[in-house]
């Protein structure tokens, strides 16, 4: 936790009391989301909740009526997402998350455009993470499997270095045994201490890895705990996990 102004404390990253939409409708109706450093937070809900529209606002992409975004003790709510990549997000979006006329590590390449060190090293740090995108790595990415080019999009992420990865829906479309390695990576990356938010399709399984889970309903917080209380909660396995 960190001091900010007036003496009170703020997680690593929240949107705090985030009302918002497009155009006259509000989707976020004052959800919180919080997620420490190093930690993996998940939302999730039913359809038409409001889970990517409440990403998109901690990433800059909604302007908030209403609440602000923190990020390592400071208001970032008036930064442009661009402004945001710099002071450490990457955000992976559901679709359209590779250029897929170009080879898989000309997509990684692209991922440190804002880098003006030797990025080699990161790279062979998304190889080691993703060894099939090494084997592939001279191959257009459009040419992949939708597994294979979620692992691109992942990887030229990481190559921003970020202190936070916002994961829009990961394992959508892909197979199961696909999904648990993407998982398995998303773990393997919060223990280097960077800080995970995504929102998930597959709730169950995206919360057994959590530390902490929001599910939201309409917009707004219907619970909040750690991955392994909602798991436990029976309203929350009989309503949004099937039973």
Known sequence: MREVPGGSTTPFLIGRAMTGGYGGADILNGCTIAVEKGEIAVIVGPNGAGKSTAMKAVFGMLRLREGSVWLAGEDISRLQPQERVAKGMAFVPQTENVFTSMTVEENLEMGAFLRRDDFRPTMEQVYALFPILKQKRRQAAGELSGGQ???????????????????????????????????????????????????????????????????????????????????????????FLGG
Not at 212 to 235: D, H, I, K, S
């Open 149 to 239: 080019r979620q692992q691109v999009a992942f990887g030229r992420a990481l190559m921003t270095e970020p202190s936070v990865l916002l994961l829009d829906e990961p394992t959508a479309g892909v197979s199961p045994i696909v999904m648990d390695e993407l998982f398995d990576r998303i773990i393997d990356v919060a223990r280097t201490g960077v800080t995970v938010l995504m929102v998930e399709q597959n709730a169950r399984q995206a919360l057994e890895i959590a530390n902490r889970g929001y599910v939201l309903v309409q917009g707004a917080n219907r619970f909040t705990g750690t991955g392994a209380e909602l798991l436990a909660n029976p309203e929350v396995r009989s309503t």
